[in-house]
């Protein structure tokens, strides 16, 4: 009996996302465990497989379209199964017949510099269902239709940042979806034909709105939010342009507003002499097989911090104190549109080269946005570094239910003062530990940071 496929809650806590891509076409079969939506949240592009072998029997969200968790998004049925009517079994499931968009947020819901997505529609009972997404393109042709073009988030994304116009674009994917593959090519072939020209000199590509408003699959890049004009856009002064918030921007600044607020920040501060520790990495690099960081090591040294004192390796809930049976540390990549923390398993049982590895991987699929949420998930502690940017400490705040998140600062040539009273002169890491004062004490984490310094300073620790 044909049944429906909501949107499922993809992380904890997520009322909403996009419906970013329909791999599959109304009629088509599929088996358990084959990829049928990609999903994106704030955060990373998710995708959903069947429960189960099934079959489109109709695709009710377009692409692009922002939908409450749990609304409906499909109507399937077994393998094999014939839908005779296909409004009857939407109202049979109480549903009204597909004749409309369903309410609530869509790509062009929120206006340039309104407060917010609208409210979702109730999800028991929605007055009515977005029609099938009209029929894309054969592959080759332009990737337009009745004003939507059909594409990968990735391929809008790439598009955006370089300035390629979608409407010329040509989708080589399925039923002519646009694909990474295609805006590479673009891309190419622009610089190919026009290799003098400057970014002042070249047409202006149309202006495309930031991905919270805009998701993939939109029918069309936005308005400016805000153009300035004689009095300013918007009630901004003349001069100014508000730019809407991201999902992304958002997300982070929920997260770090509940967390400064609810959650009892204390820090302690420490200094290591590092010249040991470059030294090791001068050697390790030498015949790793991936190049090691700085970061790579401190994010090492963190996991044996853990291990030598494991009471700090928790996270305060409600209903108790979980204690984490090995070490999760996430690691802080800035992107373009802002900090995301992917967690690394088990960094207590990993190579410095694996460490180095994921790390990379990890930073190279964020800032594609190709990053997968159970990647974002979880996690002891977090680690984030701004000593590339020339910062020499700062403090950051915590990501509940963490329990510790530790800023590194730049290494720097300095003076100090050796144990025999002499003066010296060292290379100096600073780092800021925060913590939950609800999950950890002073005394403890003063204990932690002892632990943290002695490592940086006696590096071969980490590599034992």
Not at 93 to 117: D, E, S
Not at 177 to 206: F, G, L, N, Y
Not at 405 to 434: C, F, H, M, Q, W
Request: aromatic fraction near 2%.
């Amino acid at each position: 009996m044909a049944d429906l496929l909501r949107m499922p809650e993809i992380a904890a806590n997520t009322e909403e996302a996009v419906l970013a891509g329909w791999p599959v076409a109304e009629g088509d079969e599929f088996a358990a465990g084959d990829v049928i939506a990609t999903i994106e949240t704030a955060k990373a592009v998710v995708d959903v497989e069947a429960p189960a072998p099934g079959a489109v029997v109709r695709l009710l969200v377009p692409e692009g379209t922002d939908v409450a968790v749990g609304d409906p998004i499909a109507l399937i049925a077994a393998p094999g199964e014939t839908v005779d009517d296909v409004d009857a079994a939407l109202a049979r499931l109480g549903l009204g017949t597909a004749t409309g968009p369903t309410p609530g947020p869509t790509p062009t819901t929120a206006a340039a510099g309104a407060p917010g997505p609208a409210p979702a529609p109730p999800r028991t009972a929605p007055a009515g269902v977005a029609a099938a997404p009209a029929t894309p393109p054969p592959a080759g042709a332009p990737a337009t239709g009745a004003g939507r073009i059909f594409a990968s988030p990735l391929a809008r994304k790439l598009a955006r940042e370089a300035g390629i116009p979608f409407d010329t674009l040509r989708g080589s994917g399925p039923q002519g979806r646009v694909v990474r593959a295609d805006v590479e090519a673009a891309i190419a072939a622009a610089r190919a034909a026009a290799p003098a020209v400057t970014p002042s000199a070249a047409a202006p590509a149309p202006p495309a709105a930031p991905a919270g408003h805009s998701p993939a699959g939109a029918a069309q890049p936005a308005a400016p939010a805000a153009a300035p004009g004689p009095q300013g856009a918007a009630g901004t002064p003349d001069g100014d342009a508000l730019v809407p918030h991201s999902r992304l921007r958002r997300a982070i600044a929920r997260r770090l507003t509940e967390s400064k607020s609810t959650v009892p920040h204390f820090y302690l501060r420490g200094s290591a002499r590092v010249d040991a520790l470059l030294a090791l990495r001068t050697e390790l690099n030498a015949a790793a097989p991936v190049k090691i960081s700085v970061n790579d090591l401190v994010v090492k040294a963190v996991g044996q911090a853990h291990l030598a004192v494991p009471q700090v390796n928790v996270g305060w809930t409600d209903a108790g104190m979980r204690v984490f049976g090995e070490v999760d540390l996430g690691v802080a990549v800035a992107t373009e549109g802002g900090l995301v923390t992917p967690v690394l398993r088990g960094v207590d049982r990993m190579s410095v080269s694996a460490v180095a590895a994921a790390t990379r991987d990890f930073a190279d699929r964020a800032r594609r946005g190709a990053l997968r949420q159970h990647e974002l998930e979880g996690g002891s502690a977090t680690v984030t570094n701004l000593g590339m940017y020339g910062a020499e400490e700062f403090s950051a705040i915590l990501n509940p239910p963490q329990a510790t998140i530790l800023a590194v600062g730049a290494a720097r040539r300095e003076p100090v003062v050796t144990d025999a009273g002499e003066l010296a002169v060292a290379t100096v890491l600073r780092v800021t530990l925060s913590v939950d004062h609800r999950a950890v004490d002073g005394a403890l984490a003063a204990q932690w940071m002892r632990e943290f310094v002695a490592i940086l300073e006696q590096p071969l620790r980490i590599i034992c």
